[in-house]
Structures are given as C-alpha cells and as structure tokens.
C-alpha cells in the first residue's frame, strides 16, 4: 500500500484507486489527465474544461451557427492552452422529463499547469461576442478542473 505525499500515513486513495482501475480485469484503461493534488503548481501540466451553453436569437440560427464555426471558435483555439474545440447541438431525443433551456454546447478543453493561467487568458483574449447570440436565458460558460482520471472502456 502506497502513502499519499498529502497526509503522511494516509493510503494514497488517488494512486491506489488509478492503479485499481488500470488492473481491473482488462475491462477499462485509464488515461490520467490530471495531476495528483500534491503536484499541482510544480510545472505538471492538468486539463481542464470550459462549457459554454447556448442559444441563438430567434431567426438567426445560421448567422449564430456562421459566427460560431468561423469566428469564435477559431479565437478560442488561439487562446495559449487551448487544445481542442467541439461544438454539439440538442438531440431531439432527450430523457424524459428532463427539458433543457439551451440548444447548443461546446466543450473547450484546455491544457495547463494552473487553471488560473487559462481562465486570464480567456478573459483577456479579443473574442468579439455575436449579436446573434440569445441573453434570453443569459449563456452560460462555466470552467471544470479534472477530479478524477479520465475512464475509458476498453474495446
């Protein structure tokens, strides 16, 4: 049993937990995106997500769609750390009782090793906003930190 290095005598949970996960019978791989909380700020680099949940104004869904593919899109991947940009729009089949407000979402996934870093550098970077986007619900952008690795099935 390995010690975790952020309380002397503790069991790692995280390393032991990842090294559960990699044994388990062949069935799941794991990819560790993140670095354990002890090495963080130690020039480890972690990934990290940016969501952003939108709509368009009504009647300008293409000029909102037009905006999105061949403007913003392309002025977040210039942000430093940002890795990858995938954009998705609301399925017409969705669980029951379970309505969403918004029609659109793209997922940002940035690389750095301080999340304080990315989230500068997206306030900062000149990213003009469409007039085509909907304030009616207001978009919502939010940031996520990894809190686990990254858990794939194995095929």
Known sequence: MSVGPCRPGVPDTFEA????????????????EQTHPAERG??????????ALTNPVEGREQEFNEWYDNQHIPDVLSVPGCVSAQ?????DVQLPNRPSPYRYLAVYEFESDAAQRVVKAIVEAPMPLSDAVSRDP???????????PKIEKKL
Do not use: D, H, Q, V
């Open 42 to 51: 130690k020039g480890a680099m972690s990934r990290y997500m940016c969501i």
């Open 87 to 91: 954009r998705f729009k609301l399925s």
């Open 138 to 148: 207001m978009f919502l952008t939010p940031f996520f930190e990894p809190l686990g």
């Open 17 to 32: 937990t990842r090294l559960r996960l990699a044994e388990c019978c062949g069935c799941i791989t794991t990819e560790m």
